[in-house]
């Protein structure tokens, strides 16, 4: 069993936490491998949903989206219900197609910001991907080119200042760091070595029960 696949099983043992959902986050700075790490993980979990908050924010409130998020998305899981989300177009600057994010044992949501306080009490566990600020930036910045060189300008101040106000690694229960092969699992500084909580070590997850 690889890395993910035992992160997947150890996932699904957590109790649920927004409804009958497990909500699990995946936080870190732009460019740090979030969205990737969200996509492995979902299809070891046999196709978990995936709520990216790339979705949600906009260009005037890069991390004003808690609202939307209670509202479109948290309120319908915890009440056992699908949710509907409107999906925010970066190139026309306006909320598009409906999307539905049905419930499952796991739902993922992914994006800088997805461990933020508000979100905490509904999260099963937080992962937090392990890659420093200016790497991931410079990762981003060639992944999205030179005529996105002014909006990652912006998007920089901003995320220093989010994560100066609320910061989520100290509250990650996982520290995730890439790897040529696969993905190290640290524990986190939130993690306490409890029964029915997951612990973490260099070759996965294991259950201390």
């Known amino acids: 069993m690889n890395d993910l696949a035992r992160a997947a099983d150890a996932l699904l043992r957590l109790p649920p936490s927004c409804g009958p959902v497990r909500l699990v986050a995946v936080d870190g700075h732009a460019g740090s491998g979030k969205s990737t790490l969200a996509g492995r993980l979902a299809a070891a979990l046999g196709g978990a949903p995936v709520l990216h908050l790339d979705d ?43 999307v539905e994010l049905p ?18 009490p509904f999260l099963a566990w937080l ?31 901003a995320e220093t200042r989010h994560f100066t106000e609320d910061p989520s690694r100290a509250a990650a229960d996982t520290l995730v760091r890439e790897c ?15 029964a029915d909580q997951i612990i973490t070590h260099r070759d996965g997850f294991m259950s201390v029960n």
């Not at 209670?70 to 026309?92: F, K």
């Not at 040529?180 to 409890?194: F, I, M, R, S």
């Open 56 to 98: 949600l924010a906009t260009h005037e409130e890069l991390f004003a989206w808690t609202g939307r998020l209670r509202e479109q998305v948290l309120g319908p899981l915890s009440r056992g219900e699908t949710a509907v989300y409107h999906r925010y177009d970066w190139g026309s600057r306006r909320f598009g197609e409906a």
């Open 103 to 120: 419930v499952a044992p796991v739902v993922l949501v992914e994006g800088v910001g997805a461990g933020r306080r508000a979100v905490r």
């Open 127 to 157: 992962l937090w991907m392990e890659r420093g600020a200016e790497e991931s930036w410079e990762r981003g910045r060639r992944r999205d080119g030179a005529e996105q060189a002014a909006f990652w300008d912006l998007w920089t101040v």
């Open 180 to 194: 040529a092969e696969g993905y190290d699992w640290l524990p986190g500084p939130a993690v306490t070595a409890v």
